[in-house]
């Protein structure tokens, strides 16, 4: 079980891109519009009446992305495949959308007259600095990077999460307790039939553990489930036991189990997964609702300066935009 967990969680961060891409800023499903050549060099996206986005801010996302996927994978990640795409080009395109979603957002924010108040514009501060104290002299000369350019992505990034947190305060979306819900199992699995063995064991009185760390190759038992995270005859099997109950032989995805509930209704974590859904779903509808918006926008975008950039070539920066602006905006 343990094994297949940290098999889908791999798979869920190659193919979806949620964690590492977009951690910090949620709303990063962007349309890209209109494209257009022949801005300067060093510019990468314009819209009217909002600063340009430069260069050295995809190069900050980049380096973002870089560290944390070659720590988890290794140098060699940007040569697999996501479909016809090599997996850089798929991350690229992750980033790209992202700048061009946070301008659309900065467009919306000031029709809205939504703006940064006072504190909000001391944390920009604060942020730059916490992040520019961490480059090299060589890292600033090689990258561009300067605080000015610094302010400005910040403050971009932190007007999207407001008008974010503006746009969705008000939507009517309810999760019920019991989709939420999170229980307690402890299981005994096995490829083959001889779980009736092991079922006939347990009810003759031999200890439900003691079987367990006999059948489960990988020594683990114990396991808190959410809805959505196995087929759907172990989840209806192990959501219908009430904690003690004990199920019979369920056969899921090939392999057969024997669960027994040790709690039913876990209210704490029941809580922050009610929570997570929550914010999933207005995620979604936010993305619904502005795609939208964000279609009647004209935006220029520079693909001659695009296509010069590359994850694999990019700075590994003393700093990282994703923890300091979770540090300063994260909620």
């Given amino acids: 079980m343990k094994r297949r967990k940290k098999t889908f969680i791999i798979l869920a961060v190659i193919l979806v ?3 590492l891409v977009a951690g910090y800023i949620k709303f990063f499903n962007g349309r890209l519009i209109y494209f257009t050549t022949g801005m300067k060099s060093g510019e990468l996206i314009k819209t009217a009446g909002q600063k340009t986005t430069n260069t050295c801010e995809a190069d900050i996302l980049m380096s973002d992305v870089k560290k944390e996927y ?3 994978f290794g140098s060699n990640i940007w040569r697999e495949k996501i479909g016809d795409a090599d997996f850089e080009s798929y991350i690229k395109d992750q980033i790209k959308s992202k700048l061009m979603r946070v301008k659309a957002m900065n467009v919306k924010a000031k029709e809205r007259g939504v703006v940064l108040g006072r504190e909000e514009k001391d944390s920009v501060g604060k942020a730059v600095d916490a992040f ?4 090299t002299e060589s890292q600033i000369s090689s990258t561009g990077i300067t605080k000015d350019k610094l302010n400005t992505m910040f403050t971009e990034f932190a007007i999207a999460q407001k008008l974010y947190d503006d746009l969705t305060s008000s939507m009517d979306i309810e999760v019920s307790a019991d989709e939420a819900r999170v229980i307690d199992i402890q299981y ?7 779980d009736i063995k092991a079922y006939n064991l347990v009810n003759s009185g031999s200890s439900f553990f003691a079987v ?4 489960n ?8 489930l959410k809805r959505g995270e196995m087929d759907a005859a172990f989840e209806k099997a192990a959501f219908n036991l009430s904690t003690g109950e004990m199920s019979s032989i369920v056969e899921s995805a090939g392999r057969y189990y024997i669960i027994r509930c040790t709690s039913d209704n876990d209210k704490a974590k029941t809580e922050v997964n ?8 207005k995620l979604e509808q936010f993305n619904t609702d502005f795609e939208k918006y964000e279609a009647g926008i004209y935006m220029e975008f520079n693909n001659s300066e ?6 694999q070539d990019a700075y590994t920066l003393g700093s990282s935009f994703e923890d300091i602006f979770n540090a300063y905006f994260g909620k």
């Fill in 17 to 19: 891109v949620v964690l």
């Fill in 70 to 72: 070659e720590e988890m």
């Fill in 132 to 135: 520019y104290n961490e480059l």
């Fill in 188 to 194: 005994i699995v096995s490829d083959s039939e001889e």
């Fill in 212 to 215: 367990a760390k006999e059948y």
């Fill in 217 to 224: 190759a990988d020594g683990e038992y114990e396991y808190e």
């Fill in 274 to 281: 009610k929570s997570a859904i929550l914010e999933k779903r």
């Fill in 306 to 311: 695009w296509k010069k950039l590359s994850i």
